[in-house]
């Protein structure tokens, strides 16, 4: 029995879809929701503030599922390293890196499945990325330090959000950036009630800034819509809180 549904066929053929699927492909509606297409594209490239990070960036992505973010961020770094818990993303993840294509099973009805040929940009250089299965709350050392992390919808999938969040500081450079996204989805499959963020997930945003605000600056926070496609008439449209925070520079505060 599979325990975590990250490690199902059914979310691996989501998540392609949801990640590498052309916007038409995944939503071929002219009405409303379209804003939400292109999230971990997004993310990667709307989220860091490059005209601030140095010529040969080191960028790790945290929960990276199946790489889409990851092969952005190299367009852009000279290394990404992206972690994830699901072997079987993973294992996706890796089959693009080396092959550059991957079959996306889209569902449209019952169970009925469009086979879509999914392929990585040729302009993005592969051999930047790597992928690892991993926890992020115990990653293994020996990772270096980074000068951009990315955690996206991550952190209401943890079992200790705080003790995360409080560790990151430790694997950044100084000035170096962190883009959180998440929806602040809740769920004790995932968190038990005591450790979700702010009394219970009455404020979790306040609480993620009183964690994170000793060894960050928030430099800005927005609003990220994402689509997930269930099938051709169903799709979780989500709101997710962006936040880029630049790592406090010790060395120029004191001076
Ligand atoms: C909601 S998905 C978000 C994936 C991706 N960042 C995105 O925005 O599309 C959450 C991801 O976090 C991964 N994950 C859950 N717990 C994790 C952990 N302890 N360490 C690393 N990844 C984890 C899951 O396997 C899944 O890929």
Redesign the pocket.
Known sequence: MILNP?ESDELLHQ?LV??YASFEEQFSYSLGASDALG??QR?ALEGPDYTALPKEARALD????VGR?SFELARVCQEVIG????QT?IDAANHLKINGLHIARRLDEGSTVTQIDIKIDPFIDRSRVQFEQ????QLRSGLGKFDLILA???IC??SDPSSFLTRLSDLLKPDGQLFI?TPFTWLETYTKRANWLGDGAKSSFLELRRLLEPKFNLEKSWNLPFLIREHARKYQYSIALGSRWRHVNLNRELT
Not at 62 to 65: K, T
């Open positions: 990250y998540y949801f990640h999230f971990p993310c945290l929960g990276c599922a973010s972690i994830d818990y699901s993303f991993g926890d992020a709350q996206c919808n991550l999938r943890l996204t």
